[in-house]
């Protein structure tokens, strides 16, 4: 590492205006061998900092000196010495961690693929052979008990797939062998079938529904092994078992990026507070699943297709900006849609400058509208993502940016698929179990109370009446 005498950074008057924001006369020296913390809200402008000190965006003016030299002109070697972790990252998803490697190794050439290796090694990354044993015990554990369709899933199909699914887990309680065991490696394994079994639950029982409630024909297809859970529930649900990859690509990220979200969340913390008390893995997946089945919660993205469904029967002229502005306003001051003030699949409580989830999301929307005719409707959601987080922050009157979330996409590309809206929440638990199952088995490792939530009544207090003293 080469020693510098001068300051490590030197920031003046730098300039960066974007539509809607502006980082403006920014000065700062930093003393070589110093530590400084950028801190800030969202939108206050660290990150457009970082990329312009890195060169990665360009500036409107001002200067920028990384030990010495301009930003623009640094050497390789010098770019080499400087570390950086973005919040998104710019490879492809197909790529593998040791792909990542060797492309890494040819762009810095002080990469260290021993030390590399061991940070791999160290996060229990698997590589290739584990990976294709993984899939095989999926596929081995993606059946059903002998007659369960028939038994369980027919003889008594709801108009509500959660209800279904709900009720299946619960007697799957029945054919197993050890369900009360709450060892770790019991655990691992009910996890494993549930994850494997989940697809096969909530396809056959829309079938169910399909053929007792609609009176369309009932056709079950047996789960291909060879097939990945996004390919198999696509050949399930279709009578003619056809997909193209782009679509069986597209469920598959979906259900990646619904998988896990933290522990926050409802019918996660669900499964941590009721796992705490002891109880089978059965009974928590199926608290897990009634606290999923809320529209506030999982229902939220059959939410923003009925909103989008109002929106094309009351906006005449999708593409004008203005008059889709209209229709945002009036579901803000509750004159349209449900009347609830709410404008669905905008805003989270954790994510305000972006959901990456929905980031991500937003790359392969596009390439489906395109590939399956809807791309008039694609840029209506393109549209309303471009107004709707502006009109929200607005009327919250806050500083904070807002986003789109997840919701706002999942349910456009579910029925691009041709998904049917009664399969949209139950696609949401699909992905979900992988992570109830980590968060159960999180809380029996970690946790020996049961919780107890704090608990104050706001109601009014009465005077006890004896029952011959009352009216």
Request: net charge neutral; glycine share 10%; proline share 2%.
């Given at each position: 590492m080469t020693t510098f005498e001068t300051n490590a950074l030197e920031i003046n008057d730098l300039n960066k205006n974007y539509p809607g924001f502006s980082l403006n006369h920014l000065n700062l020296t930093l003393?070589?061998?110093?530590?400084?913390?950028?801190?800030?809200?969202?939108?206050?402008?660290?990150?457009?900092?970082?990329?312009?000190?890195?060169?990665?965006?360009?500036?409107?003016?001002?200067?920028?000196?990384?030990?010495?030299?301009?930003?623009?002109?640094?050497?390789?070697?010098?770019?080499?010495?400087?570390?950086?972790?973005?919040?998104?990252?710019?490879?492809?998803?197909?790529?593998?961690?040791?792909?990542?490697?060797?492309?890494?190794?040819?762009?810095?050439?002080?990469?260290?693929?021993?030390?590399?290796d061991q940070y791999l090694q160290k996060f229990n990354l698997p590589n290739k052979k584990e990976f294709e044993e993984f899939k095989k015990l999926l596929a081995h554990y993606r059946s059903l008990p002998t007659s369960f369709v028939r038994d369980v899933i027919m003889k008594a199909p709801s108009f509500d797939m959660m209800n279904t699914l709900s009720r299946s887990v619960l007697t799957l309680y029945s054919y197993d062998e050890r369900p009360n065991d709450i060892s770790i490696s019991n655990v691992i394994r009910q996890s494993l079938q549930l994850i494997a079994t989940f697809p096969l639950l909530s396809v056959y029982g829309y079938h169910a529904y399909n053929y007792y409630y609609k009176e369309k024909s009932l056709v079950i297809h047996t789960p291909k092994p060879e097939l990945s859970t996004a390919e198999n529930i696509l050949h399930m649900l279709r009578l003619?078992?056809?997909?193209?990859?782009?679509?069986?690509?597209?469920?598959?990220?979906?259900?990646?990026?619904?998988?896990?979200?933290?522990?926050?969340?409802?019918?996660?913390?669900?499964?941590?507070?009721?796992?705490?008390?002891?109880?089978?893995?059965?009974?928590?997946?199926?608290?897990?699943?009634?606290?999923?089945?809320?529209?506030?919660?999982?229902?939220?993205?059959?939410?923003?297709?009925?909103?989008?469904?109002?929106?094309?029967?009351?906006?005449?002229?999708?593409?004008?900006?203005?008059?889709?502005?209209?229709?945002?306003?009036?579901?803000?001051?509750?004159?349209?849609?449900?009347?609830?003030?709410?404008?669905?699949?905008?805003?989270?409580?954790?994510?305000?400058?972006?959901?990456?989830?929905?980031?991500?999301?937003?790359?392969?929307?596009?390439?489906?509208?395109?590939?399956?005719?809807?791309?008039?409707?694609?840029?209506?959601?393109?549209?309303?993502?471009?107004?709707?987080?502006?009109?929200?922050?607005?009327?919250?009157?806050?500083?904070?940016?807002?986003?789109?979330?997840?919701?706002?996409?999942?349910?456009?590309?579910?029925?691009?698929?041709?998904?049917p809206l009664e399969l949209y929440t139950p696609i949401f638990a699909i992905a979900r179990i992988v992570g109830w199952s980590a968060h159960r088995i999180e809380e029996l490792i970690n946790a020996t109370k049961i919780i107890r939530p704090a608990y104050m009544s706001v109601m009014e207090h009465k005077e006890y009446k004896d029952l011959e003293d009352r009216e």
């Open positions: 003393p070589s061998g110093c530590i400084l913390g950028l801190i800030g809200e969202n939108g206050a402008g660290k990150t457009t900092t970082i990329k312009l000190i890195l060169d990665i965006i360009k500036k409107d003016s001002g200067s920028i000196r990384i030990l010495g030299r301009d930003c623009t002109s640094a050497t390789t070697i010098l770019k080499e010495e400087i570390g950086v972790v973005l919040d998104e990252v710019g490879f492809q998803e197909c790529l593998t961690p040791l792909q990542i490697g060797r492309i890494m190794k040819d762009i810095f050439h002080n990469w260290d693929p021993s030390l590399y003619d078992s056809k997909y193209t990859e782009l679509e069986a690509r597209i469920l598959d990220i979906a259900l990646v990026l619904h998988a896990e979200h933290g522990g926050g969340n409802n019918s996660t913390f669900t499964t941590h507070v009721v796992s705490s008390s002891g109880t089978d893995t059965y009974s928590t997946i199926a608290a897990a699943l009634g606290s999923l089945k809320g529209p506030k919660h999982g229902g939220a993205n059959l939410k923003v297709m009925q909103m989008f469904d109002d929106m094309k029967k009351n906006v005449k002229d999708w593409t004008n900006e203005e008059e889709v502005k209209k229709y945002l306003e009036d579901i803000l001051d509750k004159k349209a849609f449900d009347k609830s003030g709410l404008i669905y699949g905008v805003g989270h409580a954790i994510y305000t400058k972006s959901d990456p989830r929905a980031k991500i999301f937003e790359r392969y929307v596009k390439k489906l509208s395109e590939e399956k005719g809807f791309e008039r409707e694609y840029e209506l959601y393109a549209l309303v993502a471009k107004i709707a987080p502006k009109l929200v922050s607005e009327r919250r009157r806050t500083h904070k940016s807002v986003c789109v979330n997840i919701d706002f996409y999942s349910g456009f590309i579910y029925s691009m698929l041709g998904l």
